[in-house]
């Protein structure tokens, strides 16, 4: 099924709704209709059995026993990192690490690359569309090293300002944090302009994949990015597992930032000899199941294939886009030129959290807050906002539901 | 579940016209709410005048449901006593926590807030007020959270 474009994936759509149980469901006496995907996708059954299969037949733990389970286990674990590194197109599994999230993974490389190599007077630069997992973090490495953190700042559409970017790249910049996509807005950041101006100062940028994993292909030598981080609930996996692809380079010459079991070679009281890459930042039994659902999850998705997924989710972005336009007293808040599939707004009158549980009575899921973003909705001027986002097995009836639920929102509150 | 069991007209009516909104004056008494689950900031002005609540005002930004509550608070607070302001405090938290708790008369319009205890994840947005005037009876500095 590889190759379909988003007309053909369109045609598809009741079998690829139908791998989905969750879909299959009614809220609140209503189908659900559900647009939370920025926050966490569903899963396909693909995944949810590969986990039961894994806790029925081949649980044990990984790299220590000689016994068959242990080996089997072993084997799915790091198949599913291999699976990873293919769909990052990283070069080595070696640059493949698994965290318990996107976040775990900024935390990751602020404790360890940030603490051994920060000091006073040396800077890291963000931007203004962060989440607070790529603000905090950088927040607290600066507190405990001296370092400052600097924000590049945006316009008024919800994209990255690169004279602002290139003005607060400095000489004393020592790393680049800033996410591939804004969970807020949507935002697609200029990547490619970030690491190429980053790099001429020979400067590392990590980013924050969590909203791009579903929706663009990442080629992580392409993008000659220097760290990439991401979650699999994002990606029609798991939740309490993500990845950190770190250049091996960088991620050898890093210090750990947990100790505990499978990240040594050898232990005494008089000292330790850590392991090699990637187990050294793996401290500890991992979330092997969740690393093999997130194995299945991107083979679920490499199947239908992102370039797909991307041209039918723009095409969503642009129906949601202009049927919510039509509706009077909302305003779509970031409306950056290149976005991925998700449409942040406010309605006149009405409280984004009235509009939540208005919607979730009709069974429509969104998120309503301030999305873990506080900067970016205080740029606004705003306490929250409502976030419908998309994911491929949405569909143009479920954002009719939405834009009607709306309209219905606004009778009750005339 | 109907939507109007939540949002009833009058709750609809302290939204879109919120009684008692301002601040006061030192010597009135100041206090802030937050709730860091949706961003709702409430700050409450009470005035007393020995042991009654002479002046209470609020302002802030949130949903219907904390600016109706509030309003609906101001009005129902206004002119009592601290033992009286004590007394209401627990009839309206048992009306928003428990389900099967009768509605006392006593609650006057403030029944109108019943439908929010069938809604879990919006009791902090009405009894935020509640917390926020306690506080500044009480008159600690601290801002309260809801978590």
Redesign the interface.
Known sequence: MSGLDGSTLAAAMGRLRSDFPVLQQNINGHPLVYLDNGASSQRPLAVIEAERHYASHLHSNVHRGVHSLSALATDAFEGARDNVRRFLNARSTREIIFTRGTTESINLVAQSYGRSRLGVGDEILITALEHHSNIVPWQMVCAATGATLKVAAINRRGELDLSSFKAALSAQTRLVATSHVSNALGSVLPVAEIVALAHAQGVPVLLDGAQAIPHLTIDVQALDCDFYAFSGHKLYGPDGIGVLYGRESLLEAMPPWQGGGDMILSVSFTGTTYNQLPYKFEAGTPHISGAIGLGVAIDYVSKIGLPAIAAWEQHLLEYATTQLSTIEGLTIIGTAADKASLVSFTVEGIHPHDLGTILDQSGIAIRTGHHCAMPVMQFFGLPATARASFAFYNTTDEIDQLVIAVQSAQRLFR | ?D??D??RDVI?DH??TPRHRGTLPPPARVAQGHNP?????LTVYALMDGDILKEVRFEG?????S?ASASLMTEAVKGKSQAEIAHLFKAIHDLLTRADAPIPASLGKLAALSGVRE?P??VK?ASLCWHTLNQALAGADAPITTE
Do not use: E
């Open positions: 579940m939507l109007k939540l949002y609809l939204n879109k689950l949706c961003g709702d900031q930004s949130g949903c219907a449901i600016v809604f994840a919006r947005c």
